[in-house]
């Protein structure tokens, strides 16, 4: 026997989906919140560590396979020390049964370790996800510098 689902089941399943995914991307911020403060373990619940992954980092980098993401993201916030604040400014998100995806603009203000001035950054960010035993799971991020002009024609 074959089941069809109609259009409009199709398009109640991606409305749950993108809700679902809305709902973690509150995570998603949290991570990135404690991330930019320091703290790399929210960040790395929702990472992967099992199948391919990339970040394409804000200084150009490339870093290749789930353990050398994770030990670069783990190195990176390192660097930052509390007093960080981190927001993102969602453009575009989508979700399916197992990909989802946002793009936008992250807005923070952080504190260096080598610095005892708070750093402005603005960075272009596309991350994609995928369902990992039902969990959502980081498996690439691109960041990088958000020109001066766009910012200022943006506030």
């Not at 970040?55 to 190195?75: D, L, M, R, Y």
């Not at 991350?127 to 020109?147: M, N, Q, S, T, Y």
Request: charged content about 25%.
């Amino acid at each position: 026997m074959s089941i069809q689902t109609s259009a409009n089941d199709q398009k109640s399943t991606i409305s749950n989906e993108l809700t679902e995914f809305q709902r973690f991307m509150k995570r998603r911020e949290a991570a990135s919140q404690a991330f930019v403060n320091g703290d790399i373990e929210p960040l790395d619940r929702i990472s992967t560590h099992t199948s391919q992954a990339t970040i394409f980092g804000p200084s150009g980098s490339c870093v290749e396979g789930a353990e050398k993401v994770n030990a670069t993201n783990a190195s990176a916030a390192k660097q930052f020390k509390p007093g960080s604040k981190n927001a993102f400014e969602i453009l575009h998100i989508a979700a399916d049964t197992d990909i989802a995806y946002w793009v936008g603009i992250q807005r923070s203000v952080v504190q260096m370790k080598e610095k005892t001035e708070a750093i402005p950054m603005d960075l272009r960010v596309t991350e994609i996800f995928r369902r990992e035993d039902g969990e959502w799971k980081l498996v690439h991020r691109h960041a990088d510098p958000l020109k001066a002009e766009a910012t200022k024609r943006n506030n």
